[in-house]
C-alpha cells in the first residue's frame, strides 16, 4: 500500500533552516508529481511547492519562493523540501502529498520558528 513517512521537523529560530524529507513506498514514485502542503494553526491546509516526476516543473507559493526549495530522488524514492530563512509564519504541519490517481498524504511533521 502506498506510505508516505515525513521527517526532518523541529524547533528552529527565525532565520534558520531545516530540510524535510518524506520517503515514499507502494507505488512507482518516479511516475507522479509530488507536493509538500503545510497547515498553520486554525489555518487550512496550504500548497507550499509541487515537483513533476521529471523535476523539470516547480510550483511554489508566493510566501516561500526565494526560500524553499522542493526536489527528489527518484531512485531513492525521497521528497524533500528544503527552507532557508525560515519566518515564525512558516510554523505548521508540514504534509507530504502523492499525486496519484487518488491523492495520499503523509502523517506529517511539525515545523515550529521561534521569533
Known amino acids: 500500500q502506498v506510505k508516505l513517512v515525513e521527517s526532518g521537523g523541529g524547533l528552529v529560530q527565525a532565520g534558520g533552516s531545516l530540510r524535510l524529507s518524506c520517503v515514499a513506498s507502494?507505488?512507482?514514485?518516479?511516475?507522479?508529481?509530488m507536493s509538500w502542503y503545510r497547515q498553520a494553526p486554525g489555518k487550512e491546509r496550504e500548497l507550499v511547492a509541487d515537483?513533476?516526476?521529471?523535476?523539470?516543473?516547480?510550483n511554489y507559493a508566493d510566501s516561500v519562493r526565494g526560500r524553499f526549495t522542493i526536489s527528489r530522488d527518484n531512485t531513492e524514492n525521497i521528497l524533500y523540501l528544503q527552507m532557508n530563512a525560515l519566518r515564525p509564519e512558516d510554523t505548521g504541519v508540514y504534509y507530504c502529498?502523492?499525486?496519484?490517481?487518488?491523492?495520499?498524504w503523509g502523517q506529517g511533521t511539525q515545523v515550529t520558528v521561534s521569533s
Open positions: 502529498r502523492a499525486d496519484l490517481r487518488i491523492p495520499y
Open positions: 507502494g507505488f512507482t514514485f518516479g511516475w507522479w508529481r
Open positions: 515537483i513533476n516526476s521529471n523535476s523539470d516543473i516547480f
